[in-house]
């Protein structure tokens, strides 16, 4: 049976058969009438948008033999088969209909009207398997994708605590740095290890360290994330600029991280340090007219 389905969406015989996995029926049909597989519904689901949401593998591959460009065909919404499946958990028809696909990177990052992905969809609706299996085929890349209501498919797994675990390991940290979350970011760590502290980002000019990045953020977390990586991320300058956590804490006028890293990372030769133009702590807080951090150097 077609469970939470419009029955008003002007669903003909063949669609239901495809629905219901009934692909006898279906071939009987299509035999006899070829052009049944370009019916749609009112809101134009396919036959394998039909099969691919309700989970009807054989069904989705019979289709499929028949006509392959269906696989590209969108509803009213932009959903695309794929997107469905996702949607639904049904991680088999996922298999099937990337198999199928010659340009997979498409299928993994294409977008419905609302922008967003099949990622978003199995994200949001807590299918862990279908999660894990779209992160395997497409990394973490897919997990930075916002749609257009700025939701990234992590946002969108915040009440999910087996899917965000899933996530985790395709996750970049200073994505987390960014954005002020410090949980993932001891996760990563936990994860992938502290190695991950002297990785570097490709932002010009700075070259940044995620440490760096938490200093330039004027990140709360600083404490926490320098706890766990000790003196190392004091020592730290961004390869583009030779800006040290220090330098750059000064040029924010951060005077309480300031003060943690002159007790975690070397006290006085901090002061002397300089960047790639020359420039020590003090000249960059008096340079941005921070007082309180001018006054503390």
Same mark, same amino acid.
């Given at each position: 049976m077609l469970v939470g389905?419009?029955?008003?969406?002007?669903?003909?015989?063949?669609?239901?058969?495809?629905?219901?996995?009934?692909?006898?029926?279906?071939?009987?049909?299509?035999?006899?009438?070829?052009?049944v597989l370009q019916q749609t519904d009112k809101y134009d689901y396919s036959a394998l948008h039909f099969a691919?949401?309700?989970?009807?593998?054989?069904?989705?591959?019979?289709?499929?033999?028949?006509?392959p460009k269906l696989i590209d065909g969108r509803t009213d919404a932009g959903y695309t088969p794929f997107m469905k499946a996702a949607a639904f958990g049904h991680v088999n028809v996922m298999m099937a209909l990337y198999a199928k696909r010659e340009d997979?990177?498409?299928?993994?990052?294409?977008?419905?009207?609302?922008?967003?992905?099949?990622?978003?969809s199995a994200a949001l609706h807590d299918h862990s398997a279908?999660?894990?299996?779209?992160?395997?085929? /497409? #990394? &973490?890349?897919? *997990?930075?994708? $916002?749609?257009?209501?700025?939701?990234?498919?992590?946002?969108?797994?915040?009440?999910?605590?087996?899917i965000r675990d899933i996530m985790q390991k395709y996750m970049d940290v200073f994505e987390a740095v960014k954005a002020n979350d410090v949980q993932s970011v001891h996760r990563l760590i936990d994860v992938q290890g502290k190695d991950i502290l002297d990785s570097q980002d490709d932002e010009f000019p700075w070259k940044r360290t995620p440490f760096i990045a938490a200093v330039q953020y004027v990140w709360r977390h600083c404490p926490a994330l320098c706890s766990q990586g000790g003196q190392s991320c004091c020592?730290?300058?961004?390869?583009g600029c030779g800006w040290t956590p220090f330098i750059l804490a000064a040029a924010y006028g951060n005077v309480d991280v300031m003060q943690l890293l002159f007790a975690k /990372? #070397? &006290?006085?030769? *901090?002061?002397? $340090?300089?960047d790639n133009t020359g420039d020590t702590a003090l000249h960059r807080a008096a340079l941005n007219d921070h007082s309180a951090a001018v006054s503390q150097l």
């Open positions: 389905w419009d029955w008003d969406a002007e669903i003909t015989f063949f669609l239901l058969a495809a629905g219901l996995g009934n692909f006898g029926i279906m071939k009987v049909m299509y035999e006899s009438k070829p052009d691919a949401r309700h989970g009807c593998l054989a069904a989705v591959n019979q289709v499929l033999e028949w006509d997979k990177q498409a299928l993994l990052t294409g977008t419905d009207k609302m922008g967003s992905t099949a990622l978003h279908a999660v894990s299996q779209l992160l395997e085929w /497409g #990394g &973490g890349a897919l *997990l930075d994708i $916002k749609s257009r209501l700025g939701g990234t498919p992590w946002d969108l797994a915040k009440h999910n605590r087996k020592r730290q300058s961004a390869a /990372g #070397g &006290g006085t030769k *901090l002061l002397t $340090k300089q």
